[in-house]
């Protein structure tokens, strides 16, 4: 077995925190933490107990503020579920609950203002350590709220009239708990409450502008993280515990995608924990990626992230200028269309302009299933050549080309599916990708691969009937691969160009989300 940490640099910026970002930068961390496991989650336990268990994973949260703190971290970001784990019931998790009053409504400092609440004593201690270290942090929490709910009254109460929820708080470096966010998609944790309404939360840094919140599986959703997206927000924090699945859903592949597609900063923090396949966390922008992602059979560690990064915040970056040239600027953060790009014309031509003339080849292709989707694939049978394969009126075409040194027998297949997935989760889909199969039987097409030896030249293509296309590709051994082009031509169309593979391809992908057609 492998014994490497892939801790990786694409296209530019370095990890190592160097000032090699042009224009306002700052310096973000992100800690994905090997957590300290209830036995028995299951099982009631005393307030006592349960702030003793999480005293454990707080007394690493410390020694990592200490460690990002010197290393320059503005910002550091803690993992999903970090300080109480998962699988409990909603009664075993009472003991680790702690009520979290709403920042918009009152300023508290938990760590000079102690006394203030009872059962406040991991958020006092999380206040202190962002005072000591002197960096804004993010962690993840367990709140109690009492029902009526105080922001919204009239939601109706749960069974036991209590609401808990899975939740974000951030804290000033002067220890101010700043925002707080509660998780929207749960994920098998009926012991958290579905907050009433979606919750779009930000903050506000000096140093940095303006960042938004999700938690986990929100990134999949519309609601908060694309409404944040559509508000403008361009950096968002994204605590994580994520199960990974190849070939199109592990975790860095997909923040990966999410960061290109939608083009903000996502600050990525996962568990770290073997048995649940959690692993996969960065710092990525639209121009960098600065990630870590374990092996199998590596022994299981914690890993801290730290990375120089440019400010996106637009008003942020105005702001900075305008201080020294004093020029009027519009001072809007609104909207901004063309994150997920613009729709020129109704009726762009199909196949796309890109390839056209080229003849497609959409002969033998069969059904298998990729990530519980009945995919419909071709075979890529040669060493180079155009494949087309629809699903429906929906078509991903293909031109690819294997270097001539490279020979491999691997076997490569182009996949296509439109429509709702419906295993762990509710979600309307148009995918286009182009995948290294299990084995040469083409029935493996689809099943889990994480190595190849085989390089390809590619151009993938399809016109979605969505503009929320995130892209990705995925090299041997979890690298990430910056597309050498990704570009929204028009109209939904899209076109991810990519070739000089630093490493044989495993997956590239074009992951198109039909938010629209999700079930509300
Ligand atoms: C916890 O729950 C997850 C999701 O339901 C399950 O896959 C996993 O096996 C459970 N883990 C433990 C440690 O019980
Ligand atoms: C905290 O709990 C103690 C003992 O139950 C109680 O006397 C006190 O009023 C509580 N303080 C607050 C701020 O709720
Ligand atoms: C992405 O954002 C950068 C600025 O941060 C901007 O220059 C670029 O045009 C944007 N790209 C797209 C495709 O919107
Ligand atoms: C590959 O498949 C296409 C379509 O079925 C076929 O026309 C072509 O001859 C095949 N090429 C090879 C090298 O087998
Ligand atoms: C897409 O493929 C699936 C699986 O073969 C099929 O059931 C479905 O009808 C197809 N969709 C369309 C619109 O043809
Ligand atoms: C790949 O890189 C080599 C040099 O490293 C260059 O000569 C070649 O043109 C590149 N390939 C493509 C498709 O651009």
Same mark, same amino acid.
């Given at each position: 077995?492998?014994?490497?940490?892939?801790?990786?640099?694409?296209?530019?910026?370095?990890?190592?925190?160097?000032?090699?970002?042009?224009? $306002?930068?700052?310096?973000?961390?992100?800690?994905?933490?090997?957590?300290?496991?209830?036995?028995?989650?299951?099982? $009631?336990?005393?307030?006592?107990?349960?702030? %003793?268990?999480?005293?454990?994973?707080?007394?690493?949260?410390?020694?990592?503020?200490?460690?990002?703190?010197?290393?320059?971290?503005?910002?550091?970001?803690?993992?999903?579920?970090? @300080?109480?784990?998962?699988?409990?019931?909603? @009664?075993?998790?009472?003991?680790?609950?702690?009520? +979290?009053?709403?920042?918009?409504?009152?300023?508290?400092?938990?760590?000079?203002?102690?006394?203030?609440?009872?059962?406040?004593?991991?958020?006092?201690?999380?206040?202190?350590?962002?005072?000591?270290?002197?960096?804004?942090?993010?962690?993840?929490?367990?709140?109690?709220?009492?029902?009526?709910?105080?922001?919204?009254?009239?939601?109706?109460?749960?069974?036991?009239?209590?609401?808990?929820?899975?939740?974000?708080?951030?804290?000033?470096?002067?220890?101010?708990?700043?925002? %707080?966010? #509660?998780?929207?998609? @749960?994920?098998?944790?009926?012991?958290?409450? +579905?907050?009433?309404?979606?919750?779009?939360?930000?903050?506000?840094?000096?140093?940095?502008?303006?960042?938004?919140?999700?938690?986990?599986?929100?990134?999949?959703?519309?609601?908060?993280?694309?409404?944040?997206?559509?508000?403008?927000?361009?950096?968002?924090? =994204?605590?994580?515990?994520?199960?990974?699945?190849?070939?199109?859903?592990?975790?860095?592949?997909?923040?990966?995608?999410?960061?290109?597609?939608?083009?903000? +900063?996502?600050?990525?923090?996962?568990?770290?924990?073997?048995?649940?396949?959690?692993?996969?966390?960065?710092?990525?922008?639209?121009?960098?990626?600065?990630?870590?992602?374990?092996?199998?059979?590596?022994?299981?560690?914690?890993?801290?992230?730290?990375?120089?990064?440019?400010?996106?915040?637009?008003?942020?970056?105005?702001?900075?200028?305008?201080?020294?040239?004093?020029?009027?600027?519009?001072?809007?953060?609104?909207?901004?269309?063309?994150?997920?790009?613009?729709? #020129?014309?109704?009726?762009?031509?199909?196949?796309?302009?890109?390839?056209?003339?080229?003849?497609?080849?959409?002969?033998?292709?069969?059904?298998?299933?990729?990530?519980?989707?009945?995919?419909?694939?071709?075979?890529?049978?040669? +060493?180079?050549?155009?494949?087309?394969?629809?699903?429906?009126?929906?078509?991903?075409?293909?031109?690819? %080309?294997?270097?001539?040194?490279?020979?491999?027998?691997?076997?490569?297949?182009?996949?296509?599916?439109?429509?709702?997935?419906?295993?762990?989760?509710?979600?309307?889909?148009?995918?286009?990708?182009?995948?290294?199969?299990?084995?040469?039987?083409?029935?493996?097409?689809?099943?889990?691969?994480?190595?190849?030896?085989?390089?390809?030249?590619?151009?993938?293509?399809?016109? =979605?009937?969505?503009?929320?296309?995130?892209?990705?590709?995925?090299?041997?051994?979890?690298?990430?691969?910056?597309?050498?082009?990704?570009?929204?031509?028009?109209?939904?169309?899209?076109?991810?160009?990519?070739?000089?593979?630093?490493?044989?391809?495993?997956?590239?992908?074009?992951?198109?989300?039909?938010?629209?057609?999700?079930?509300?």
């Amino acid at each position: 077995m492998f014994s490497f940490v892939f801790l990786v640099t694409i296209f530019g910026f370095t990890s190592a925190v160097k000032d090699s970002v042009v224009g $306002p930068s700052y310096v973000a961390a992100v800690y994905e933490h090997n957590i300290i496991l209830n036995p028995d989650p299951g099982v $009631p336990l005393s307030r006592a107990d349960a702030l %003793r268990h999480m005293n454990l994973n707080l007394d690493i949260y410390e020694r990592q503020a200490a460690k990002a703190s010197q290393q320059g971290a503005q910002i550091l970001v803690f993992p999903e579920n970090g @300080l109480q784990g998962f699988n409990f019931s909603r @009664l075993s998790v009472a003991g680790y609950l702690e009520p +979290t009053p709403d920042p918009q409504r009152e300023k508290w400092n938990p760590c000079t203002e102690p006394g203030k609440y009872n059962n406040t004593e991991v958020l006092n201690r999380l206040s202190c350590m962002a005072r000591r270290y002197n960096l804004y942090l993010v962690a993840n929490v367990a709140d109690l709220q009492p029902c009526p709910l105080p922001t919204d009254p009239s939601a109706v109460c749960p069974t036991d009239l209590r609401w808990q929820f899975n939740t974000n708080v951030v804290f000033s470096s002067e220890g101010l708990l700043v925002a %707080r966010y #509660h998780k929207y998609n @749960l994920y098998y944790e009926d012991y958290f409450d +579905t907050p009433p309404q979606p919750e779009i939360i930000t903050f506000d840094t000096p140093f940095a502008g303006r960042f938004g919140l999700l938690i986990c599986f929100d990134l999949l959703f519309y609601n908060p993280t694309v409404a944040l997206v559509e508000k403008g927000v361009r950096q968002l924090i =994204f605590p994580t515990a994520w199960m990974n699945q190849l070939p199109l859903l592990d975790s860095i592949q997909y923040q990966r995608a999410f960061s290109l597609g939608a083009n903000v +900063t996502l600050l990525a923090s996962n568990i770290r924990h073997d048995k649940l396949i959690m692993t996969g966390s960065g710092i990525y922008t639209p121009f960098s990626a600065t990630y870590h992602h374990a092996k199998e059979g590596e022994p299981e560690k914690d890993e801290l992230l730290v990375a120089r990064v440019p400010v996106l915040d637009p008003l942020w970056v105005e702001k900075s200028i305008t201080k020294e040239e004093e020029v009027q600027v519009d001072n809007s953060r609104s909207s901004t269309p063309e994150e997920f790009g613009y729709c #020129h014309k109704k009726n762009s031509p199909d196949p796309p302009s890109e390839t056209a003339g080229s003849v497609y080849s959409s002969a033998d292709t069969f059904i298998s299933t990729m990530m519980y989707d009945p995919f419909t694939f071709a075979l890529l049978n040669d +060493t180079e050549g155009n494949l087309k394969v629809c699903n429906g009126s929906f078509c991903c075409y293909l031109q690819y %080309r294997q270097p001539p040194q490279e020979s491999s027998k691997e076997l490569f297949a182009l996949g296509v599916f439109s429509g709702m997935h419906r295993v762990n989760g509710l979600y309307a889909l148009q995918i286009c990708a182009l995948v290294r199969c299990g084995g040469l039987d083409p029935f493996s097409c689809g099943q889990q691969v994480d190595e190849s030896e085989s390089k390809l030249d590619f151009v993938l293509e399809a016109k =979605f009937g969505t503009k929320y296309v995130y892209p990705s590709v995925l090299a041997s051994n979890m690298v990430l691969e910056q597309p050498k082009n990704f570009e929204r031509t028009a109209c939904g169309r899209v076109t991810l160009k990519h070739y000089n593979m630093t490493a044989g391809l495993v997956t590239a992908c074009l992951y198109g989300r039909m938010y629209h057609l999700d079930k509300k």
